[in-house]
Structures are given as C-alpha cells and as structure tokens.
Nanobody, 121 residues
Framework: QVQLVESGGGLVQPGGSLRLSCAAA????????MGWYRQAPGKQREFVAT???????NYAEFVKGRFTISRDSAKNTTYLQMNSLKPEDTAVYYC???????????????WGQGTQVTVSS
C-alpha cells in the first residue's frame, strides 16, 4: 500500500502564496507521476498540475503562470507552489500519484486525503 501525506494548506489573502507538499510513503518501486487536483464546493474534482517521473510537467490553463509543480525524487515528494492566488482557487486540493510497486507489475493510482486552501480577504 501507498500513503500520501499532504500539508501546506490554509487561509491566504487574494494575491498571496501557499506551498503544498505531498509525500508518498510505502513500498514503491517507481513513480510514474505525481500531481494535484482540486475540488471546490458543489463542483467536480478538476486537474491542476502533474509531473512525471522524468520531470515533465503539465498544467491546467487556469493556473499557468501562477502555479509551479516540482518534485524531490529522493523523498518521493511533490510540491505545488501557488502564487497570485485568487478567491476562485479556493478548494480542497488532493495529491495523486501513479506508481509501480514491482519492476514488472502494473501501475496503481493513489489519492491523498486532501488539504483545504481558502483564498479570502
């Protein structure tokens, strides 16, 4: 099994910044990707950003230029630096990872418990 532990959420004023962290723990052979999704009240969960094991990144249009995803491979940890935050960024942010538990095994998808980000004055 793989556990994802998120941290870094909180309350911030519009225009402010927050940095989310997500650490993957467990018997992981390799990480295919780690990423972030978010879900606002009354809305469906949506993609925010992802980073592959090779370091390639992808972002949702609404966060390009404001959010940056990065990773520390040695720690199986991904970070989401969020700048110029807007009230519409308010949501529960969920970490996601796609991993292999064995060299020739199938890949599995795991989710974190979520961390609340609130942007309000």
């Amino acid at each position: 099994q793989v556990q994802l532990v998120e941290s870094g959420g909180g309350l911030v004023q519009p225009g402010g910044s927050l940095r989310l962290s997500c650490a993957a723990a467990g018997s992981i052979f390799s990480i295919n990707s780690m990423g972030w999704y978010r879900q606002a009240p009354g809305k469906q969960r949506e993609f925010v950003a992802t980073i592959t094991g090779g370091g390639s990144t992808n972002y949702a249009e609404f966060v390009k230029g404001r959010f940056t995803i990065s990773r520390d491979s040695a720690k199986n940890t991904t970070y989401l630096q969020m700048n110029s935050l807007k009230p519409e960024d308010t949501a529960v942010y969920y970490c996601n990872t796609n991993v292999k538990l064995r060299r020739f095994g199938v890949s599995f998808n795991y989710w974190g418990q979520g961390t609340q980000v609130t942007v309000s004055s």
